[in-house]
């Protein structure tokens, strides 16, 4: 098994070297499998995320969203909380300020930001992803550290995390630690990974 630097390295490497052309196909053909899924269809509030670094684009899925007329949001970094996030409502009028990592987001406004249980769907960027759902990130433990309710709770977990992801990205098996959130599914170019906590393994619907 490859330490995570290691498969961080090589998935960003690789995703990186994608041409513009390849990257707005995946995010095209990601969003046209996720556009006609029950999970999408059934949720309202949804939040996505600006794409950085090669990271697979949401933004065709959260154009979809809109004219279907849901609630999209981003995520915004918590000045108190560096580690954690809330979630802004994103129009397509929105203005996105960078961030201190140089990621654009929208201005957070106290009185508009959503905590993220009050989400039906997540779209979550990842770095690598295996079958039984487990993500990897970039390292900075934001996703896991906002997400950290969910392992308190046996029902009612909200929102769904759909991770979004080029298909190269799947690793056979990562390591997990205990503080990690593991995914719904995962949405690629080629179809929906929904995992299926009953038994090993996704099944591509």
Same mark, same amino acid.
């Given at each position: 098994?490859s ?6 390295k090589?998935?960003r490497?690789?995703r ?7 990257r707005? $196909?995946? $995010?095209?053909?990601?969003?046209? =499998? ?6 999408f269809r ?8 600006v794409a ?14 809109w ?12 000045a ?5 996030l809330?979630? !802004?409502?994103y #129009? ?5 300020v ?19 249980w009050?989400l ?6 990842l ?10 990130g970039?390292?900075g433990? #934001?996703?896991?550290? !906002? ?15 759909l991770?979004?992801a ?10 997990v ?7 719904d599914?995962? $949405?690629?170019?080629?179809?929906? =990974? ?5 038994? !090993? ?5």
């Amino acid at each position: 098994m490859s330490s995570k630097a290691d498969l961080r390295k090589q998935m960003r490497r690789q995703r990186r070297g994608l041409s513009a052309q390849q990257r707005r $196909a995946s $995010a095209e053909q990601m969003a046209y =499998h996720v556009a006609g899924s029950a999970l999408f269809r059934r949720s309202r509030h949804i939040a996505g995320y600006v794409a950085n670094d090669g990271e697979l684009d949401p933004m065709p899925l959260v154009e979809i969203a809109w004219a279907m007329q849901k609630i999209c949001y981003l995520p915004v970094l918590d000045a108190l909380h560096p580690s954690r996030l809330w979630f !802004t409502p994103y #129009f397509p009028d929105s203005e996105l300020v960078p961030n201190r990592f140089g990621i654009p987001e929208p201005k957070m406004l106290r009185r508009r930001r959503v905590p993220p249980w009050r989400l039906d769907l997540m779209l979550v960027p990842l770095v690598g992803f295996d079958s039984d759902g487990n993500r990897l990130g970039m390292g900075g433990g #934001f996703y896991d550290q !906002t997400l950290a309710f969910l392992q308190r709770r046996s029902c009612w977990k909200k929102p769904r995390l759909l991770g979004v992801a080029y298909d190269f990205q799947q690793v056979n098996r990562l390591p997990v630690e205990p503080w990690d959130i593991p995914l719904d599914g995962i $949405a690629t170019a080629s179809c929906i =990974h929904v995992i299926d906590r009953g038994r !090993t393994g996704y099944s591509g619907v």
